[in-house]
């Protein structure tokens, strides 16, 4: 990976290399873009087709960065680590130092697991190789943090944590010793015996190699024995042990000597092998120039070889020892120019150096989108640590914690199956991450009434009323425009716009009016308390209440809520003749339905409303005689004069035989 | 890093001026000099043209989509002087409304933030700013113009989003919010950006911003609606991008986000508004972004500049 060169995209456009044209870019949304070629139009352009009319194909490109979790392992990791990091933001800044250390574990094993999974199924996609390495140098640097920033050891010496560190990264020669450890005796007949004992000696596992040397075959020779003797002997500096630092190098020093002298006497001339072991553990700068040619990475044997050499040393002299290391291992490889340290390599140094500015500048260019320099650092912020290296600028680093957040949270929620994941980033960044929130939350494609209903669900839980009403008004134009005006409403309803379940009321009304069908009885005889949202809607409401008490033949109550609805004073004006129109089979009944007070309000409105409609409509006719408007004729209305008479008759016939009811009943009261 | 996720051959006969995605990305819609409009469905990487709409008679230089809630709508502007709103019905596209009231080319239209209703802002040669305001209920249009905006003419016209004044201006004590201000930048020939705002039923100016040496391209009123800082960027035949930055629309301060080779054409904001794409006539597409210290770093030019720390 060579993260300083700026990755180049070429566009395949020819259009825009012509002269007078380039390319233009804008955003779509947080992270694609779209291109095309661009001309200037200026004032003296002509208005003639373009010299390139007709020469080249014109095309528009969009541009988007690459996701690496669509992947279905991926995907995993990233949905675990959402889980961590959520914990983590629980914790406050407030947990100690045991909990920050287990939720770093925590990151390290869900990318363990993710790494084996992706090895065994390598075999499939051509990518996981690549995500191996990715994964593989997260891994690494993740967990080098962890023993220099997250769980530092009180006393400052990290050599025995470094070498556990190369332990778990090269652990080929545990590997191989576990092998021979189960093989038993006669063990050197392994091929892999000798590289497996060197390389446990180089690592620092004393104890180990000295097992593996007792399985040998010559094990009771004076060679081994001596090799035994010395290897046992060997002091180990240990913070817990007691010893001076001053103490244990004199210690160190009369070893040195003693080994030194017995090297000398020739007694492991006939085990070269076994000698050079001797060697790498008395530092001997021949034998160790020869491993270092042997070794692929720089930072391989750096940690055994402080073990070695200065095994007290303190984690802030790593960097200058470490820069030592580097430049003797480049001389023996043979690396004139400086570029031969990779991107993790260089980052290792960093990390030792304490450089944290550099480290996190480094790990953004990792190819992960930014998931491993996000969660680290949020990490670091967490524990306290960020400010710590970052010499102490808190605000600097809230604010780089939070950009990246911001950005890995905007990340997710552009994408279409873990945009869920995203909004928990986007909460820790405040007023800009909720109003982020917002603006993507409603443009989450979505497909269908079940998708719509998730992001509802989720903008509700947040309180983020405005985007719940958008998506419900987007949804009822929807469902509109697919002839499902059911449904509109109820998205209408939501959506809590009253001039929106206004004019879907409407059409329901209208559509009734016109052809006598009642839609959606189902949708309109569930909507109870919410009608309230629109007056007319409640109009829409109450008539199919009484359309109901009418085909169920309860005529009383029907009547009864009918002249209601007729002076209500909500009645939609197109609404009219319908509505009256109903008034006649109940006027005209053989049972009289209607009482002389309430007929007369039937006429009242016959004539203060019914009628100025209809000359309304007839001005219409005349003003515009081209165009052909009926009147009104509806299903129920052939002709609007015959109606308006029939109206008029059935009331005076209606109200004639109310008073005579009327009148005989309080006649009966009064006998 | 990057990749290309689709590649739409527009089959247009010439130069392209507008290649607008819909709402949720799945619809674009695509405007040339061969005057025509053209609609493609953009699904999974794959594109099929849909419609092709006719109805201007000379270069179209922008179009723009609705908000969804108002269906699928469509507005263009073109050098016939015209402006056209589309609408989807059923399968087909039909015309709803033509705007015959400018004298000269129509260079620029931006639909207002949905919450203000159906309004579309136009700008024309001839100088002048038109506002239709759509009535949804019986679908009737009406038109205020904002005359002589900017001598020779206006190119560029971009809403402030709505979100801005609520919270700013309500005060705490009071428990009614005052009513929504409507705002709204243009940039033109006069080397000006204006800032023009919806008082009494009136388009007034409010502010005049001067600090391009040359006719201004375009301006964008940047989407964010919680940064407390509103943000506008406008792009100049003076080669210049300027960042203009208020908090009180009264006070505009104004930061050089760079000066680049050739003249800029363009400016656009990212959803979120924390990235500004430049387009420039050296062929290069630059994007930018504050970092922690709240200068303007060119994000795709230079791999060091992702330094945000140091």
């Not at chain 1, 045991?98 to 090895?119: F, G, N, P, W």
């Not at chain 1, 004073?569 to 049972?591: A, H, M, Q, R």
């Amino acid at each position: 990976m060579d993260v300083d060169k700026v990755p180049e995209l070429e566009i395949p456009d020819k259009l825009s290399t012509r002269d007078g044209i380039c390319l233009a870019g804008n955003f779509i949304t947080n992270s694609k873009l779209s291109f095309s070629a661009f001309r200037n139009i200026t004032r003296q352009t002509k208005d003639v087709p373009s010299p390139y009319a007709n020469k080249e194909d014109v095309k528009v490109f969009h541009l988007q960065p690459n996701f690496i979790f669509d992947d279905p392992i991926l995907r995993t990791l990233i949905g675990e680590a959402n889980g961590i990091f959520v914990t983590l933001q629980e914790l406050q800044k407030d947990g100690n130092k045991q909990d920050y250390v287990k939720i770093s574990r925590t990151y390290r094993s869900i990318i363990r697991a993710c790494l084996e999974k992706l090895q065994e199924a390598v075999d499939t996609s051509e990518e996981y190789q690549n995500f191996i390495t990715i994964l593989y140098s997260i891994e690494c640097i993740w967990h080098l943090s962890e023993i220099l920033f997250i769980d530092p050891i009180p006393s400052n010496v990290v050599t025995p944590q470094l070498l556990e560190w190369t332990r778990f990264h090269f652990p080929a020669a545990e590997r191989n010793a576990t092998d021979l450890l189960l093989h038993g005796r006669d063990a050197d007949e392994s091929e892999e015996y000798w590289p497996s004992v060197k390389g446990l000696i180089l690592q620092g596992q004393i104890d180990v190699a000295r097992a593996i040397l007792q399985l040998h075959s010559m094990s009771e020779s004076n060679a081994f024995k001596m090799a035994e003797q010395i290897l046992k002997s060997m002091p180990s500096y240990n913070i817990y042990g007691g010893l001076s630092v001053q103490k244990f190098r004199s210690q160190w020093q009369y070893w040195l000597t003693d080994t030194e002298r017995k090297l000398s006497t020739g007694i492991f001339a006939t085990e070269p092998d076994l000698e050079e072991i001797i060697y790498i553990i008395i530092g001997n700068t021949q034998t160790w120039n020869k491993f270092i040619k042997q070794s692929q990475n720089w930072y391989e044997l750096f940690p055994g070889f402080l073990f070695f050499t200065d095994p007290a040393c303190k984690s802030f002299e790593l960097g200058t020892l470490a820069q030592c290391w580097i430049n003797r291992w480049a001389n023996i490889k043979d690396f004139a120019h400086s570029n031969f340290m990779k991107h993790l390599d260089k980052v290792i140094l960093y990390l030792l150096e304490s450089d944290i500015h550099k480290v996190l500048h480094s790990i953004q260019q990792i190819g992960d989108n930014q998931w491993f320099v996000t969660h680290l650092t949020d990490l670091l912020y967490n524990c306290g640590q960020l400010e710590l290296i970052g010499e102490n600028k808190l605000t600097d680093c809230e604010d780089f914690r939070l950009s990246l957040l911001f950005d890995f949270g905007s990340t997710l929620m552009a994408r279409d199956s873990i945009w869920l994941l995203g909004i928990n980033y986007l909460e820790q960044c405040g007023l800009e991450g909720e109003g982020a929130v917002k603006t993507l939350l409603s443009r989450i494609p979505v497909k269908n009434e079940k998708q719509a209903l998730k992001v509802i669900e989720i903008a509700q839980g947040r309180g983020y009323i405005e985007v719940e009403h958008e998506i419900c008004k987007i949804f009822a134009k929807r469902s509109m425009a697919l002839g499902r005006p059911g449904n509109a409403l109820d998205w209408a309803i939501r959506s809590k716009d009253t001039t929106y379940v206004t004019s879907i009321t409407d059409f329901f009304l209208e559509h009734y009016s016109k052809t006598g069908e009642m839609l959606c009885e189902d949708v309109l005889s569930n909507i109870g308390a919410k009608m309230f949202v629109s007056p007319r809607l409640v109009f829409l409401v109450k008539y199919f209440d009484f359309y109901q008490f009418y085909r169920k033949k309860d005529f009383p109550a029907a009547a009864e809520l009918l002249i209601n609805l007729l002076d209500s004073k909500i009645t939609p004006e197109f609404f009219w003749p319908s509505l009256l129109v109903d008034t006649i089979p109940l006027l005209e009944s053989n049972i009289p339905q209607i009482p002389s007070k309430e007929t007369a309000i039937i006429l009242h409105h016959v004539e203060s409303d019914l009628m100025p409609l209809i000359e309304k409509k007839k001005s219409k006719v005349r003003d515009n005689p081209e165009i052909p408007v009926e009147v009104i004729k509806h299903y129920r209305i052939e002709n609007i004069e015959e109606i308006v008479k029939l109206l008029r008759l059935a009331c005076a016939r209606n109200i004639s035989r109310a008073f005579i009811i009327e009148n005989t009943q309080k006649n009966l009261v009064a006998c | 890093m990057v990749s290309l996720i689709n590649t739409i051959d527009t089959g247009h006969e010439d130069i392209i001026h507008g290649a607008e995605l819909d709402y949720y990305g799945l619809k674009l819609a695509t405007c040339s000099t061969d005057g025509i409009i053209k609609i493609f469905d953009v699904k999974n990487g794959n594109q099929s043209l849909i419609r092709e709409l006719k109805g201007h008679q000379g270069p179209v230089w922008q179009i723009s989509w609705a908000h969804p809630k108002y269906g699928n709508l469509l507005a263009s502007c073109s050098y016939d002087r015209k402006v056209i709103i589309w609408k989807e019905a059923g399968s087909d596209w039909i015309k709803i409304y033509e705007y015959n009231n400018h004298d000269s080319s129509v260079n620029s239209i931006a639909w207002a933030p949905y919450q203000y209703g159906l309004i579309l802002a136009c700008g024309s040669s001839d100088g002048s700013i038109s506002i239709l305001t759509c009535n949804t209920e019986f679908n009737t249009w009406e038109c205020k113009k904002i005359s002589n905006a900017h001598t020779i003419g206006c190119n560029a016209v971009s809403w402030c989003p709505s979100n801005v004044p609520d919270n700013m201006f309500e005060s705490k004590t009071s428990s009614t919010r005052p009513p929504i201000m409507k705002r709204l930048t243009s940039g033109g020939c006069d080397n000006c950006i204006k800032i023009w705002k919806e008082e009494n039923d009136r388009w007034i100016e409010e502010n005049r911003l001067e600090g391009h040496s040359d006719w201004v391209r375009d301006v964008s009123w940047s989407s964010s609606i919680v940064i407390p800082k509103m943000q506008i960027a406008s792009a100049s035949q003076d080669r210049r991008v300027i960042i203009w930055s208020s908090d009180d629309f009264i006070n505009w301060t104004s930061t050089i986000l760079n000066t680049f080779d050739d003249v800029v054409w363009g400016v656009s904001w990212s959803l979120t508004s924390n990235i500004l794409a430049v387009t420039g006539g050296d062929n290069k597409v630059s994007l930018w972004k504050t970092n922690v210290e709240n200068q303007w770093i060119c994000i795709n030019e230079d791999a060091s500049c992702a330094s945000i720390l140091t």
